[in-house]
């Protein structure tokens, strides 16, 4: 009895060790760094703290400050070479910190300057270039790339509010590239990051925004899709394919403050009569251009009907490459007809300019979140049965 008693015990504290181990665990997640550039190799530079160099499993050097090395592909091995020494290697070279530090790091035949990272690296051949992978904490990557995509000029509770949106997708996208061996590249195809983040405000608005994610009223994480301006009014899912409650169509009254809240363009009425024929739209070809003029005044329409057949509004963005879907037309005597457009983007869900103003009057994120994502909460992951299967996919894979 007494023994069953202490093996009861003895799980207790395992179960205990394993709760409190995931909270000491740092979430990180693997960046592909110069992933479009195809990389043949690189020049790592120690800015800060020192690292241990693992050739596979074995250590095989440490860097101090201001040590520099490089590792060039050459035919299947990787070719590290520090001042005093040098050894190919067929396996993954991996740079691991000892506590806080960072690195400069460029690729070889760069004209770029060198770019600041943090967090370790593991350097890995491929079929032709190499894949330089960073493993950075969640936190720190939200805020490099809030730097790289949203720049330094804005205010704490918009920087919180891009915080939880992106940590928020990041979750959703998890393993983009897992077939490649990593989560994201660091190009737009996933999310820009260029540098580690250097913004304190930026640094805190990730921090203090830690964990937390926006979902629906199921508790599932909702996709956090935005734009740059509404131009007054948002439009709702289905012009990106997506059927939610939380995009909803918001008149939004902070949109008129952004610099694309307006756009205007002329176009020959012939012109745009042959772009609807070549959309389908064979009834155009008959009409008089006057007729052929959409207005969206007072609403956002989604598609455009004539006769019996219909323009989706948001394909004459895409197709022409206007600023917004967002517009109304005129004409005049001469046969030019005057685009009159509002906003910028797809108008679903956030309008980043409009955030930011709001933010600058004093609204806080979760406030901004809730005016153009309807019906959702802001919560920690925490508590989120996701949150496991996260964690999984977050492990540190941190060799010390
Ligand atoms: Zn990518």
Redesign the pocket.
Known sequence: MKKRRENNFKIVIVILFLIISKFLVAEEVSV?LF?DRKIQGITLTVQKGSYIVFDGKKIVDTLEIGTNITVIKESDYLVYRNRSKAFASDQDLVIVNRGEASFFLNYTGSVEPAKNFEGWLRIKRTSGFIYVINYIELDQYIAGIIEAERGTLASEEYYKAIAVILRTSIFLNLG??KSEGFD??D?R??YLYKNRAGSRLILQAAKKTNKQVIVDNSLNMINPVYHINSGGLTTDGSVLGISSDYLQPVVDTFAIYGQSYQWKLLIPGAEWQQYLVRKGIKSAQSKLFKDLLIDQKNTRLISYKLGNDNLKVDDVRNDLNWNSAFFSMSIDKSGVITVNGRGNGHGVGLSLESAFNMAAKGYKYEQILYYFYKNTKVVSCNSLLIYSQLERELKNEKPL
Do not use: E, L, N, V
Request: net charge positive.
């Open positions: 592909s992933h983009k590239h994201f590249c190009s195809h996933c």
